[in-house]
């Protein structure tokens, strides 16, 4: 009996440990909630529904002449909502067009279910917030916050950082507002701008009770479900788990419907003829439309030689998956522009790409390789061919420059394909003279990157956060370098990336005044 007394003893004390555990995390959570409960006190002085002033920005003029600050709408700006008003909301996570896709189907969703859309803010940082499962998402968005923190942006350069303000400027949230032109959306989906994800925020603006009037859809892996407007599609879920018809969500009564991810393209199915047009329309409208950044590219493209004066390419080869394949999608993308712009013989193409046999290997450096966190898919075969389009065709592609562009050095070679401009938007590091970029600029001598037109970019520099005292400039050079590529004729992009997807798809037909088409769309 006492030898089996000590063990009881100590399962006791784990037992009780794990309790004091989950009644610390309870009283975090509930912590968290009463603090933006707090920062909302002087917001709102009674729960009933009426126009508020804008949290991040109360005074939108009250700024340098040399700042061009970030504009926050008010929440009731677009639309004001009456008191039985029913609602859909998410959560944000990942990158840039991650976030994009995710907006894309909540319109989808308030418009088919007839309800105000409670958008979040588009969140900027380095590196991006990943999806989580719904209660971990919501609780980690909750308290990443500024509140509190407006010290950090008052330290002076180079004095000592206090822990809590070493991310303060690695992450900012902006309104989906500063990037698209969301009026028209507006007058077919209802919006109410939600810069704070709480649910607190819903009682104090919305009048919302958070125990009974939110039906939560939380998500436990990031494709959870896919929503199928049409009740007879025979859409396979492909890597979604689950199937949600629209009925179903026409069927809750809960003024909120609180879903967690809603990322994936084609996520939210639009098979009806009515529903595919409303998606082309919303991808009409979800076009780069700041003032500054299309003042920028403009300058940029018009030194190209003009809209449709160039090929505009777009090269992912920085992160994750991307960094793995890096060499193998540059050298798919550089074998396309030969075959298309060049007459070069088998044999002379080998001599431009001596290292094709090993651009055609993935990186499998240690540390690369973790990026990804799965095996290796091995190396992608390819020799080397030469399919050039037929020689009428290809006799129109072919000369010197005919532009003034400063193009590289000739070989006597390839000056016969200074005819054609080619401009590279790419993350990747000092494009010029990096390995993985050489070969293209062997062979084509008028091929330029968004570095050499810094001349052009200093008003990128102005963009700021005004009460962060954050720059937006760093997360602003890839828009200005996807801008800038969609002008041209034609589109090269980055396989499976969604940013490159998003440039052909509608910043490309829409820059060139050419019709929008759903590439991919599932079939029912």
């Known amino acids: 009996m006492n030898s089996f007394i000590p063990n009881k003893r100590i399962n006791t004390l784990l037992l009780f ?25 002087n917001e709102a002085d009674s729960p009933s529904i009426k126009p508020q002033p804008s949290l991040r920005y109360p005074n939108n003029n009250n700024h340098g ?30 990158g840039f067009h991650n976030q994009r896709i995710e907006l894309e189907n909540a319109f989808l969703l308030a418009h088919y279910l007839n309800r105000t859309l409670l958008l979040p803010p588009v969140f900027l940082g380095n590196p991006a917030f990943p999806w989580q499962r719904y209660d971990k998402m919501y ?22 950082l206090p822990s809590e303000c070493l991310n303060y400027s690695r992450w900012t949230s902006v309104p989906w507002t500063f990037f698209y032109d969301l009026g028209e959306m507006s007058q077919y989906v209802r919006i109410v701008f939600k810069d704070d994800l709480s649910i607190a925020w819903m009682h104090d603006y919305l009048n919302i009770n958070t125990t009974t009037d939110i039906y939560y859809f939380k998500d436990t892996s990031p494709f959870d479900y896919r929503i199928y407007d049409l009740p007879d599609s025979k859409t396979p879920l492909a890597r979604f788990v689950n199937r949600i018809d629209i009925s179903t969500l026409e069927a809750i009564e809960e003024r909120v419907i609180q879903f967690g991810s809603l990322f994936g393209t084609y996520r939210v199915l639009a098979q009806t003829r009515e529903h595919v047009d409303f998606l082309l329309f919303i991808r009409e409208n979800m076009i780069f439309k700041n003032p500054t950044l299309m003042e920028v590219a403009t300058r940029v493209v018009d030194r190209l030689g003009g809209v449709g004066q160039f090929i505009g390419v777009h090269l992912r080869v920085g992160d994750g998956l991307f960094k793995v394949k890096a060499s193998i999608n540059v050298d798919d993308i550089y074998h396309q522009l030969v075959d298309e712009y060049t007459d070069l013989t088998l044999e002379e193409v080998t001599q ?13 450096a240690y540390e690369i390789r973790q990026l990804r966190g799965t095996q290796p898919m091995g190396n992608q075969d390819k020799p080397i061919q030469v399919n050039h389009p037929a020689e009428d065709i290809l006799k129109t592609r072919l000369g010197p420059t005919q532009n003034n562009l400063k193009c590289g050095p000739m070989d006597g070679r390839n000056n016969r394909f200074a005819m054609t401009t080619v401009y590279i938007a790419t993350d990747c590091p000092q494009p010029r003279t990096h390995p993985l970029l050489r070969k293209i600029f062997r062979t084509f001598p008028c091929v330029f990157v968004l570095s050499d037109f810094k001349d052009e970019l200093a008003e990128l520099s102005r963009i700021e956060v005004r009460d962060e005292q954050v720059k937006l400039e760093s997360y602003l050079i890839p828009m200005i370098d996807a801008i800038i590529s969609a002008h041209g004729h034609t589109f090269y992009g980055t396989n499976s990336s969604t940013f490159s997807a998003y440039i052909e798809r509608q910043l490309h037909p829409i820059y060139t005044h050419q019709p929008m088409q759903l590439v991919g769309a599932p079939l029912p």
Not at 139 to 160: H, I
């Open 65 to 94: 002449n040399n700042i061009v600050p970030v504009i926050y709408p008010t929440p009731f700006e677009y639309h004001i909502p009456t008191e039985d008003e029913h609602f859909i909301t998410y959560l944000p996570h990942s």
């Open 17 to 41: 440990v794990l309790i004091l555990l989950f009644i610390g995390y309870l009283i975090s959570k509930q912590s968290a909630e009463y603090l933006v409960r707090v920062s909302h006190k």
């Open 139 to 160: 609780e980690r968005l909750l308290l990443q916050t500024k509140r509190g923190l407006e010290y950090c942006s008052q330290l002076r350069e180079g004095e000592p």
């Open 352 to 364: 431009y790409d001596p290292h094709h046999d090993e651009d055609r290997k993935e990186d499998d």
